[in-house]
């Protein structure tokens, strides 16, 4: 594991050959912010029309200083979202309290460089790409020289591109930089300082696809667990790539999510520490971690599972998909989705096994999974309860909806406890089990689980996705262990062997 290299103490105001105080240039993108500017307009414009995806190779022919101003000329970044660094800012703040020109320098498009210097107050100018030179490495250098002269200037940057500007420079820092980057600074004959601290981006691309949410995808093992036959070795095997898949393809889901939802989430109580709205994993590196996760989960369900699975796992790709773009910002439509795609992911573990999925099952599934994603969009309005706009953030949903989902939420889990109860005097159950009745003690349980969730939810108690919140919810394993071990017992026990404990 990287360590954090060693800050080092270089004296304070430093001045030019001529007493004057030196002025302090500062880069944008990975300095001043954590993120590229430049990608973050780029997922902007993909957001607003994906076929620009065909255009945006031909404007890269004409030169990165061009490409940059005709993005920037089509989409605007809000400077007030960006994830700016605190040391930076507190560095630029200790200049200019040192009455020292602060200058803001970087290779970004002026424009943008311009919308976020006049947000933040704190630069005395600009110096950025104008569309024709691209400003960075050796040609930012040159221009710094030529301005202030050699050793005329104290510069901040983060990545290798800065090097040589950081030689000709008085002084310099580098905001968390890479182990290699740092090393190659401290050769140099300039001090140079770092400031800040980089995280793992191993440990931010393994949160990116959220391993935790595969725990989801176990639903597909419920038609194995229910199954007339018992649990078969193949059934399992077969349930078990269905499961990779799923899991794959739900991983570019959320790394699509993450990248077009990355403004809404900058503007949220817990969202705003995932990696892309963070900065602490590159834009950059979205679309083809996105592409990789698609091609490799078709790849285990064409190589491995039946030719219907694969039709299952596009239909829950383009709904994800369809989720993500549009329909999470429709009243009731983003809810029934959700219950719809868990719903899903029972059927497809009957299509990877070749087990036939119940009514019974689909119509529990169904409302069982709407109270979870009531209880999601609850926990959000709540969240948003204080903030002045009445519609929630790239949601349909206003504040004054809140009693409504948090009175459909409880009544969607109580109704599939009730099919629960109706599907114990089912025909079905009692071929099927030795002992059905013990079933009922199953429903007690169902009950004070989503009553909980319901009542932990309305006392801000409840994390913004239910589901990650049972995971790691020990009673909710409990409550999870004595159904299954209730159903077990209705199926295994032989049967009159309850009576003769009885007796």
């Given at each position: 594991?990287?360590?954090e290299?060693?800050?080092?103490?270089?004296?304070?105001?430093?001045?030019?050959?001529?007493?004057?105080?030196?002025?302090?240039?500062?880069?944008?993108?990975?300095?001043?912010?954590?993120?590229?500017?430049?990608?973050?307009?780029?997922?902007?414009?993909?957001?607003?029309?994906?076929?620009?995806?065909?255009?945006l190779?031909l404007?890269?022919?004409?030169?990165?200083?061009?490409?940059?101003?005709?993005?920037?000329?089509?989409?605007?970044?809000?400077?007030?979202?960006?994830?700016?660094?605190?040391?930076?800012?507190?560095?630029?703040?200790?200049?200019?309290?040192?009455?020292?020109p602060?200058?803001?320098?970087?290779?970004?498009?002026?424009?943008?460089?311009?919308?976020?210097?006049?947000?933040?107050?704190?630069?005395?100018?600009?110096?950025?790409?104008?569309?024709?030179?691209?400003?960075?490495?050796?040609?930012?250098?040159?221009?710094?020289?030529?301005?202030?002269?050699?050793?005329?200037?104290?510069?901040?940057?983060?990545?290798?591109?800065?090097?040589?500007?950081?030689?000709?420079?008085?002084?310099?820092?580098?905001?968390?930089?890479?182990?290699?980057?740092?090393?190659?600074?401290?050769?140099?004959?300039?001090?140079?300082?770092?400031?800040?601290?980089?995280?793992?981006?191993?440990?931010?691309?393994v949160?990116?696809?959220?391993?935790?949410?595969?725990?989801?995808?176990?639903?597909?093992?419920?038609?194995?667990?229910?199954?007339?036959?018992?649990?078969?070795?193949?059934?399992?095997?077969?349930?078990?790539?269905?499961?990779?898949?799923f899991?794959?393809?739900?991983?570019a889901?959320?790394?699509?999510?993450?990248?077009?939802?990355?403004?809404?989430?900058?503007?949220?109580?817990?969202?705003?520490?995932?990696?892309?709205?963070?900065?602490?994993?590159?834009?950059?590196?979205g679309?083809?971690?996105?592409?990789?996760?698609?091609?490799a989960a078709?790849?285990?369900?064409?190589?491995?599972?039946?030719?219907?699975?694969?039709?299952?796992?596009?239909?829950?790709f383009?709904?994800?998909?369809?989720?993500?773009?549009?329909?999470?910002?429709?009243?009731?439509?983003?809810?029934?989705?959700?219950?719809?795609?868990?719903?899903?992911?029972v059927?497809?573990?009957?299509?990877a096994?070749?087990?036939?999925?119940?009514?019974?099952?689909?119509?529990?599934?169904?409302?069982?999974?709407?109270?979870?994603?009531?209880?999601?969009?609850?926990?959000?309005?709540?969240?948003?309860?204080?903030?002045?706009?009445?519609?929630?953030?790239?949601?349909?949903?206003?504040?004054?909806?809140?009693?409504?989902?948090?009175?459909?939420?409880?009544?969607?889990?109580?109704?599939?406890?009730?099919?629960?109860?109706?599907?114990?005097?089912?025909?079905?159950?009692?071929?099927?089990?030795?002992?059905?009745?013990?079933?009922?003690?199953?429903?007690?349980?169902?009950?004070?689980?989503?009553?909980?969730?319901?009542i932990?939810?309305?006392?801000?108690?409840?994390?913004?996705?239910?589901?990650?919140f049972?995971?790691?919810?020990?009673?909710?394993?409990?409550?999870?262990?004595?159904?299954?071990?209730?159903v077990?017992?209705?199926?295994?026990?032989?049967?009159?062997?309850?009576?003769?404990?009885?007796?």
């Amino acid at each position: 594991m990287e360590h954090e290299p060693r800050r080092r103490e270089i004296p304070p105001e430093p001045r030019d050959g001529r007493g004057s105080a030196m002025p302090l240039c500062v880069d944008l993108d990975g300095t001043l912010v954590a993120t590229d500017t430049l990608w973050e307009s780029v997922v902007r414009l993909l957001r607003r029309n994906p076929l620009w995806l065909v255009v945006l190779p031909l404007w890269l022919l004409g030169g990165r200083a061009s490409f940059k101003r005709r993005v920037a000329a089509r989409v605007s970044i809000d400077p007030a979202v960006l994830p700016y660094r605190r040391e930076v800012l507190e560095l630029i703040e200790t200049a200019r309290d040192a009455a020292r020109p602060v200058l803001l320098v970087t290779a970004a498009d002026r424009d943008v460089a311009e919308r976020i210097a006049a947000h933040l107050g704190l630069f005395d100018g600009v110096v950025a790409s104008d569309g024709r030179e691209n400003l960075k490495g050796e040609v930012k250098r040159d221009l710094l020289v030529g301005r202030f002269g050699e050793r005329g200037f104290e510069y901040v940057g983060d990545a290798a591109a800065d090097l040589p500007v950081l030689a000709a420079a008085a002084r310099g820092w580098l905001c968390a930089p890479a182990g290699r980057t740092a090393a190659r600074a401290g050769r140099l004959d300039v001090p140079v300082g770092t400031i800040g601290r980089r995280r793992s981006p191993l440990l931010a691309l393994v949160r990116a696809l959220r391993p935790h949410q595969w725990a989801k995808n176990t639903l597909l093992f419920l038609p194995v667990v229910l199954a007339d036959e018992g649990i078969r070795l193949i059934n399992v095997v077969h349930a078990a790539y269905g499961f990779a898949a799923f899991s794959l393809v739900a991983s570019a889901g959320y790394v699509l999510n993450d990248l077009v939802d990355v403004d809404a989430d900058r503007a949220h109580r817990t969202k705003r520490h995932r990696p892309f709205a963070s900065g602490d994993l590159p834009i950059a590196l979205g679309p083809p971690l996105f592409a990789v996760l698609v091609l490799a989960a078709f790849a285990v369900s064409a190589l491995l599972l039946p030719g219907l699975f694969a039709a299952m796992l596009a239909v829950y790709f383009a709904a994800s998909l369809a989720y993500t773009f549009y329909l999470k910002s429709k009243v009731m439509v983003d809810v029934l989705v959700l219950a719809m795609l868990y719903t899903h992911r029972v059927l497809s573990g009957g299509v990877a096994t070749g087990i036939p999925i119940s009514a019974w099952l689909l119509a529990f599934s169904m409302f069982f999974f709407l109270s979870l994603a009531f209880a999601k969009r609850y926990v959000e309005l709540l969240d948003f309860a204080g903030i002045g706009d009445e519609t929630v953030k790239s949601r349909g949903y206003q504040k004054s909806d809140l009693e409504m989902v948090g009175s459909m939420g409880p009544a969607s889990g109580y109704l599939a406890v009730l099919i629960f109860s109706l599907y114990i005097n089912s025909p079905k159950v009692a071929t099927g089990y030795s002992h059905p009745s013990l079933l009922w003690i199953a429903c007690p349980i169902l009950l004070y689980w989503i009553s909980r969730i319901w009542i932990r939810a309305r006392r801000r108690k409840l994390h913004d996705d239910p589901v990650r919140f049972a995971l790691f919810d020990p009673v909710s394993w409990i409550c999870g262990a004595l159904v299954g071990l209730v159903v077990l017992l209705a199926r295994l026990l032989p049967a009159g062997q309850i009576e003769e404990l009885i007796r």
